[in-house]
């Protein structure tokens, strides 16, 4: 095998490596702004209501996302 092709064959998973690296930057950032609108959402909710309603919203909403989901 000569040297180029083995340059060459390291290059490109080198490459491949970074793009998914990049991908998977990409992921945690979009991950990263979903939770901080959940923590946002629960500052609110905490701010004007008490825990207690909070929890209460909360499990409302979880249920009827479920039964929407389960039709």
């Known amino acids: 095998m ?3 092709s083995i340059h060459l064959i390291f290059y490109s998973q080198h490459s ?3 793009k ?4 998977n930057i990409q992921n945690m950032s ?3 702004s979903y939770m ?3 923590n946002f959402l629960k500052l609110i909710f ?3 209501f008490s825990r207690k309603l909070f929890f209460m919203v909360l499990l409302v909403v979880t249920t009827l996302c479920s039964t929407y ?3």
Not at 20 to 23: H, N
């Open 30 to 32: 979009h991950i990263v």
């Open 16 to 18: 491949f490596s970074s």
């Open 20 to 23: 998914r690296r990049a991908d």
């Open 36 to 38: 901080e609108m959940i």
């Open 69 to 71: 989901h389960l039709q």
């Open 46 to 48: 905490c701010s004007f």
């Open 2 to 4: 000569p040297v180029n």
